[in-house]
């Protein structure tokens, strides 16, 4: 069944998600990811890994450094390359501060981002081209998999992880 | 800084996503889940678990009873309760054979999701009430939530799991 002739008429054409639902169901992600980050120990969170994976701190500095300027990027076109988020260390709270900074950083610039402009295609970071509603579902995308992979290690640490229903 | 007051303007309204987009969307998450159950040993598929969790196959028949009864209910507004998917065994081959008749399923009740329902509140499977937008994205990221999981017992397992990115 071809997805295509199925949704050639006005049902495939139907508004379902605008700019402002798409912000709020982005940061209710980002606040279950900040209760994610909270919920490892200190230690864990910079330490532990399973199956030769990155700690659950680089993950979530890969998501840092993606946000903060994938929304710049997404409101005024300028994209640096993807800043380096491997080698850095850091505390549980500088990390935590990093991540409200980019909460702020996300509220700021979303506003800016023109309409007409989540259809137009973009290169994000200067190397991924693709329309820009398709980058942001990138980007939550993304952080949804990784907190998912942070979720087996806090499991695997012997801590409940949050609620992921609960995104208040 | 509120977001409601950021959003009160024409950018908040601004449309993103339509029906078809997200359709298509669900579907290359769906292409990627189903490469990730491809990619397990049929054993470790089965048996397989980190940190006292559930098997990767438990957490597909999972998204099977959400995915399959999900969209039938968006579209005809007859939910059932959510269909008991812990105890159940199988192979791999019936798994994917599952997945792949949920995969026709989508397609065959999505286009008659009629327009306007996208935005009204549903009671999905007797018990979450939210707009239907919201609880088809909960669909959508409770499967790249569990991918993800599944990526690290792949991992765990010495596995290389498919590209997050490659979603043909």
């Given amino acids: ?14 508004p379902v998600i605008n700019s402002g639902v798409l912000l709020n ?16 120990p200190e ?25 903060g300027p994938g929304v710049k990027g997404a409101a005024t076109n300028e994209w640096n390359a993807l800043e380096d988020h491997q080698a850095q260390q ?3 709270e500088e990390l935590l ?5 980019i909460t702020e950083q996300v509220n700021f610039y979303w506003p ?9 295609t973009v290169v994000a970071f200067g190397q991924y081209e693709a329309p820009l509603y398709e980058t942001i579902l990138y980007f939550i995308d993304n952080e949804i998999h990784h907190r998912g992979q942070g979720f087996v290690y806090l499991r695997a ?7 992921f229903w609960d995104r208040s």
Same sequence: chains 1, 2.
């Fill in 25 to 40: 169901h982005w940061q209710a992600h980002r606040r279950l990811t900040r209760r994610t980050i909270e919920a490892f």
């Fill in 112 to 120: 800016q981002i023109d309409a007409a402009r989540f259809q137009e």
């Fill in 157 to 163: 640490l012997g801590i409940e992880p949050p609620a």
């Fill in 90 to 92: 850091g505390t549980k």
């Fill in 97 to 101: 501060k990093r991540w409200d900074d």
């Fill in 43 to 67: 230690v864990g969170l910079f330490s532990f890994t399973l199956g030769g994976m990155r700690t659950f701190a680089a993950m979530v500095k890969e998501l840092i450094v993606i946000a």
């Fill in 1 to 14: 069944m071809e997805t295509s002739t199925l949704l050639s008429g006005q049902t495939g054409n139907a």
